[in-house]
């Protein structure tokens, strides 16, 4: 076996690397391709080697007949990075497998592991998946529709796949049928365009089919599909959700999970953009055998413990699709008012932002003028506007930390307004998408719906994210005619779950016993009488600033948060605010030592590592052993596993790479604390579902419902089942619930 490597100029610093991955016989050249007739060059260049690897955009293109651009080139179009794992072949037959630029080695996580699996297919093809033969064809009259719906009903499975256009049409509903003949695996994709109202009336027949079903992020076409009144039954498999139950760190995409899973993938997304029908078509059948390909070849590679994460996740997109549908009732008049409120709000800070310049005509918005601004007042080395660059310049001098703040809160102001307040509704419906297969943690992601709707020649969503609505947006959203609103929260979760997992026994001792979690942990760190702090006989907090410093300071420990970013999360007002709030507590409870320690902090970074310090104090085991126990365990398997059963394959390097470390850090506790609210999720759903209760969403480590007037019988019911108890380290955990209930809005 040797491969012959054609490489770019700028892969040339790490071709010594790329030695590392062929057979001991392999060599490596740069490219010496001439614009000239590539392919008898490549051949004869090749003639000597059994296959060939490129990074390069230029074989690629000629090889594939299509513009393959560089990864660095900007503007439309597929990339090499696309095409990376694509495996065409010459003329001779001799195999080529495009792989991502070699920069990608140092530059990614991902690198090594992605360029050894490439190189796989041409070093070790018996070992991956053998792709059905692709044939298909256009289901669009009766026969061809009762021919194909007869074929659908014998198969194995059916992989779906939809396209959509403007207003939310449907244009085609393409079905892959999978049959096992004789032992062997054999596939026909069908196109059923929306030419009738026929066709569409054979849509529903194939979603009715009991076949097990298999999509491609089915959310988004389970979604377009209800809208139609259109129901799938029996959809038990995502590709998406397989792919993410097994290496939840790496895209998610068809393409990608194609290029990954079967040998012979070769990059096709673009050919959806045709505007030739017969393309549109093909591109759409291609879609849903790539589709059942894909799952065919998962089940034939992934491990059992993949297998395992996709038994725990995937029943979660059924509540996630009723809540995807439904959205939450916006009070009109409450919107119109808080969009001219937020209007006024954002004059009143323009203008003050303008007259403590002194220049009428300042605009915020402006990179030009506000790099301007920061040149002005001493922070000669920015050279953008951007967000990072303005926080990095408020650190630099108390002026610049004025000027930043206030042109980041009009910019905050100017885009929650036209964020929240003016996303788009259907009627007077929020409507939003929650995803269970968007974060590694295992947390929902959300944005807009799915459903969305053309303006001009732009593709709009309907609604806007739910998981972060800032405080005012919500006020506009309420319950339906009849319903009050419920949101039931585990309490301090996190920190219960970090206690559990990192096995400190003062932090398990506090999250069990303190009346008041924050503010017992503000006294421990601080040494100021938890008395002073709290009010123990009527429970209310006495220094409200202090508590909910410490709060986000706790937060941001258990992710192993450094100084900068602890900065970058509490805002620079809030570090200063802490050292003075903390040297007069300090002052008043006689603590010279902590007060002459803080004193001496001059600057942002370090009052930020004074904080993080004053809690390493008391918890000491997180930092000490437990940390050294998530490095040990990643080095050894690669893997991170929680006590809910869910598995994590790690690409990061948390022994070297601080950021990986807090990955992976914040891993434990936020999965172990979202699978138990998920738990709960997906039995509330299936078990209390009715006329007189309606979920609405999972946000973050709460369950948000609405509930039928007189029935607070079935918010306790629903705090019932949120009571999970997990064994975690020989140690029952269950996190109390928080209910906030009785609301007709949500604030």
């Not at 979690?517 to 009488?529: Q, R």
């Amino acid at each position: 076996m040797s491969i012959l490597a054609l490489l770019t100029k700028d892969d040339i610093p790490y071709s010594k690397r790329l030695r590392n991955f062929l057979p001991t016989e392999g060599k490596h050249h740069g490219t010496i391709l001439k614009n000239v007739d590539f392919i008898a060059e490549i051949e004869e260049a090749a003639a000597n080697y059994s296959s060939i690897i490129t990074t390069d955009s230029r074989i690629a293109s000629k090889l594939l007949g299509v513009k393959v651009k560089a990864g660095g080139e900007d503007g439309q179009g597929a990339t090499i990075n696309d095409y990376a794992g694509s495996l065409v072949k010459l003329p001779s037959g001799k195999e080529v497998v495009i792989i991502n630029p070699l920069n990608h080695l140092v530059t990614t996580d991902t690198g090594e592991f992605l360029l050894k699996r490439y190189i796989s297919k041409v070093v070790t093809p018996e070992k991956w998946w053998t792709t059905t033969g692709f044939s298909w064809g256009v289901a669009d009259t009766p026969s061809k529709l009762e021919e194909m719906l007869a074929h659908c009903a014998t198969a194995n499975y059916l992989a779906l796949d939809i396209e959509t256009g403007g207003e939310g049409k449907i244009n085609v509903l393409g079905v892959c049928t999978i049959h096992l003949v004789a032992g062997e695996w054999e596939t026909f994709s069908y196109v059923i365009p929306s030419t009738n109202e026929l066709c569409v009336d054979y849509w529903a027949k194939v979603c009715a089919l009991p076949q097990p079903k298999i999509f491609q992020n089915g959310l988004f076409d389970t979604t377009h599909l209800l809208s139609w009144g259109i129901p799938v039954t029996n959809w038990l498999w995502d590709t998406l959700g397989l792919f993410h139950s097994w290496y939840s760190e790496l895209p998610k995409r068809l393409d990608f999970i194609a290029s990954f899973l079967l040998r012979d993938a070769v990059y096709w997304k673009d050919e959806g953009k045709s505007s030739n029908l017969e393309e549109y078509y093909r591109y759409n059948a291609k879609d849903t055998w790539v589709t059942a390909n894909a799952f065919l070849a998962w089940f034939k590679e992934a491990p059992a413990w993949a297998r395992q994460n996709y038994r725990i996740k995937f029943p979660e997109v059924f509540p996630c699709l009723q809540c995807n549908l439904e959205g939450l009732e916006v009070d009109i008049e409450a919107k119109t008012k808080m969009a001219l409120d937020q209007t006024t709000i954002l004059d009143r800070e323009l203008q003050n932002v303008r007259e403590s310049l002194g220049y009428p005509d300042f605009n915020p918005s402006s990179p030009k003028q506000v790099l301007q601004l920061l040149h002005l007042i001493g922070v000669k080395s920015a050279t953008d506007s951007s967000e990072k660059t303005l926080l990095k310049a408020a650190k630099t001098n108390p002026l610049a930390s004025y000027f930043v703040g206030k042109i980041l809160e009009v910019r905050g102001a100017k885009k929650l307004l036209s964020t929240y307040i003016d996303a788009p509704l259907i009627g007077n419906r929020f409507l939003y998408s929650l995803n269970p297969f968007g974060t590694d943690t295992g947390r929902m992601a959300s944005k807009k719906s799915n459903l969305y709707f053309m303006k001009g020649s732009v593709f709009k969503g309907y609604g806007q994210q739910i998981q972060n609505l800032p405080e005012y947006a919500k006020k506009m959203l309420k319950a339906d005619e009849g319903f009050l609103l419920c949101e039931i929260d585990k309490k301090s979760s996190e920190s219960y779950c970090t206690a559990a997992l990192s096995q400190d026994p003062k932090l398990w001792e506090v999250v069990h016993t303190a009346p008041d979690f924050h503010c017992y942990n503000t006294s421990l760190f601080t040494g100021i009488p938890f008395e002073e702090l709290y009010d123990a006989t009527t429970g209310k907090v006495l220094q409200k600033d202090l508590r909910t410093l410490f709060k986000r300071v706790n937060h941001g420990y258990n992710y192993n948060m450094g100084n900068e970013v602890l900065i970058e999360t509490m805002g620079i007002e809030n570090i200063w605010k802490a050292k003075y709030l903390l040297l007069e507590g300090f002052k008043k409870y006689n603590n010279p030592e902590k007060y002459a320690e803080l004193f001496s902090c001059v600057t942002a970074q370090g009052v930020a590592q004074f904080l993080l310090r004053l809690i390493d104090a008391v918890y000491p085991y997180i930092k000490q052993k437990w940390y050294p126990e998530i490095i040990r365990e990643i080095v050894a398997t690669k893997k991170l596993t929680n006590p809910s059963g869910w598995t994590r394959f790690c690409f990061g390097h948390p022994e070297s790479n601080k950021l990986a470390l807090n990955a992976y850090a914040a891993h434990g506790a936020q999965h172990l604390s979202v699978a138990m609210v998920n738990v709960s999720f997906i039995e509330i759903w299936k078990e209390m579902q009715s006329e007189d209760f309606q979920l609405k969403a999972q946000i973050h480590d709460s369950i948000f419902f609405q509930y039928r007037i007189g029935r607070e019988d079935l918010v306790w019911e629903a705090e019932k089942r949120m009571q999970v108890k997990v064994v975690v380290h020989g140690k029952e955990l269950v996190i109390p619930n928080d209910v906030t209930m009785g609301k007709e809005f949500w604030k």
